[in-house]
């Protein structure tokens, strides 16, 4: 009686983590299939699953809250669980990529990247998908054009979004960031090209058809 009663609530409580995870992940729009990362295999897999569930969580609370501060003290707090989960499963990329979110939430981009650099190593990177491996690579793309100054450091965000865009070419997020870095770079003919590509992505897309326009396409 006592083992079936045990079965049962580790059962709930399983059941009560993957619904919380699979609602943060698509709140945040993180391709849902990093929920299949999370298998029950021994105790300290499941340790390193909860923190990431638990720090999935604050992160999402932080940011519904409209209180500046407390919105800083639950991304600590979700980076916290973040390391804790690192710390049992460093080879888990959506740990690392859950570190970066909360990081960058606080403002701390430098950090943030390293741990987007951490998700996106050769080792780590073994535990995502293409298309989230796409969707963190844009990440990333972000981080530094938030991080770089004047033209610097396009180039690099460019090899980013280059190869998210080829993991996943419905991305239409990074196809508007490459689009914008092209012409930043003074590439007109890249850029129309993308710009094109996410206008059949996003017909109704205004940026899109006034980039053609601006570009001197005739598609519109």
């Not at 508007?176 to 012409?183: D, G, I, K, T, W």
């Not at 003919?189 to 006034?210: F, G, I, M, R, W």
Request: glycine content about 4%; aromatic content about 6%; charged content about 25%.
């Amino acid at each position: 009686m006592a083992m079936s009663t045990m079965t049962s609530d580790l059962l709930m409580q399983a059941a009560f983590i993957s619904t919380m995870l699979f609602m943060f992940l698509w709140m945040l729009n993180i391709p849902q299939s990093l929920f299949n990362k999370f298998r029950y295999r021994d105790k300290s897999i499941y340790a390193a699953k909860r923190h990431f569930v638990l720090g999935a969580e604050l992160l999402h609370k932080s940011r519904s809250t409209t209180d500046h501060t407390t919105a800083i003290n639950l991304a600590k707090s979700a980076a916290q669980h973040a390391d804790q989960s690192i710390s049992i499963n460093p080879k888990d990329a959506a740990a690392h990529i859950l570190k970066a979110l909360a990081l960058d939430l606080q403002g701390f981009t430098t950090s943030a990247l390293q741990a987007l650099d951490a998700a996106l190593s050769p080792l780590t990177a073994k535990s995502l998908t293409d298309g989230e491996k796409s969707d963190a690579l844009f990440k990333r793309a972000e981080i530094k054009m938030k991080m770089r100054r004047g033209s610097d450091g396009v180039e690099s965000v460019v090899v980013d979004l280059v190869e998210s865009v080829r993991l996943k070419a419905d991305n239409a997020a990074a196809l508007r960031l490459l689009a914008e870095c092209y012409e930043m770079m003074k590439m007109k003919d890249e850029a129309l090209k993308v710009y094109l590509d996410l206008v059949k992505l996003e017909p109704e897309s205004a940026q899109a058809q006034a980039a053609l326009v601006r570009l001197g396409s005739g598609s519109t």
